[in-house]
């Protein structure tokens, strides 16, 4: 992905305003939120169908509106992104109404895809897709344990639409959070899921990624939280010299810095050990660095940051679980 016009310290404190409303509360009113109603909400960079899509928001996700033209909403998403959705893919809330949908039981989809039917029956009505990584509230009953029947839970959408999504599909997303290791192995296996998926600008689900697309999409799925664009994921973490790289870590390609002009990123790619890298390139593959492979990628990395070990100490990487878009802090 290209970088922005904002770098991303200007993005990061373009965020900092909805993370100190979940945290210290603000006035009613003040400001306005919203929930992703689809399963991959498409991020335009103007407010219109023929703009260049800059991102995906998934299912669930909670985002702060700051603008609207028409049917568009510009919003700005827990990356952070800031861009315009059609109305439609989102469910408006006030202050206390996100606060509450995030305090709310949920349940994360973990398989690659799956549906929301309108009865337990996967013959049924669908009423929705779900992809890896969207949220949906629980359905409970009276004594607050969820609705099941069968082989199927009950769930809501964001909007409230109730249905039923297969058991095996979906986890709990409290407790799934709790079990995010940070294993470099578990970073490799959830990548090798993506092997196959066509490249897509802007893409950050299963269904079509771009090169950090991929490795947010994969680091979400191991409870962290990273930067959208290549040039934000390379300034976070801590820095790898090239011999000294391990599973896991992030490679940057691009062009390096000269006397008059300055480093460009323009790629990244997961490690995956014994000179092997996976990223989104036509589609994600895996490439190797040794020129003397019949699968070189054809290009160097020009530095390497290692995100394992840095979730939560002041290195630019948050954990789902210290979001205060996912949990109540």
């Known amino acids: 992905m290209k970088k922005r016009s904002l770098c991303i310290t200007a993005a990061i404190l373009l965020l900092l305003p909805s993370y ?13 939120f919203a929930v992703v109603e689809f399963s991959t909400n498409f991020m ?16 669930g996700t909670v985002v702060e509106i700051i603008d609207e033209k028409s049917y568009w909403r510009r919003i700005v998403s827990p990356e952070p992104y800031t861009a315009w959705v059609n109305e439609m893919g989102l469910v ?26 309108a009865v337990p029956d996967d013959g049924g009505e669908r009423i929705s897709d779900l992809v890896m990584g969207c949220l949906v509230r629980k359905k409970l009953d009276s004594r607050g344990n969820p609705v099941r029947r069968g082989k199927y839970l009950a769930v809501l959408l964001p909007s409230g639409k109730e249905g ?22 578990d970073i490799s296996e959830c990548a090798m899921r993506f092997l196959g998926v066509p490249y897509m600008w802007g893409g950050t689900s299963i269904k079509h990624v771009d090169c950090s697309g991929l490795s947010r999409c994969v680091f979400f799925m191991n409870g962290i939280l990273l930067p959208r664009n290549a040039s934000q994921q390379a300034k976070v973490g801590e820095e790898v010299p090239m011999d000294r790289l391990e599973e896991g870590d992030l490679l940057f390609f691009g062009t390096p810095a000269s006397a008059d002009r300055k480093e460009r990123i323009s790629h990244v790619g ?4 014994d000179s092997l890298y996976i990223h989104s390139s036509q589609v994600v593959r895996i490439n190797s660095l040794n020129e003397e492979d019949e699968n070189y990628g054809g290009r ?14 002041g290195n630019g990487i948050v954990s789902i679980s210290n979001s205060p878009y996912y949990f109540a802090q």
């Open 20 to 32: 100190s409303a979940f945290s210290q509360g603000l006035p009613e009113g003040d400001r306005r």
């Open 44 to 59: 335009r960079e103007e407010p219109e169908y023929e703009a260049e899509n800059g991102d995906q928001a998934l299912m």
């Open 92 to 117: 408006e809330m006030d202050r206390a109404e996100a606060e509450a949908y995030i305090a709310a039981a949920k349940y994360i989809c973990t398989a690659d895809f799956t549906h929301v039917f």
């Open 164 to 185: 039923w999504v297969l058991k095996k599909k979906v986890s709990d997303f409290s407790e799934w959070t709790a079990s995010r290791k940070m294993r470099a192995e």
């Open 270 to 273: 997961i490690y995956l050990g």
């Open 300 to 313: 160097k990395p020009i530095r390497a940051r290692r995100i394992l070990g840095h979730v939560d100490d």
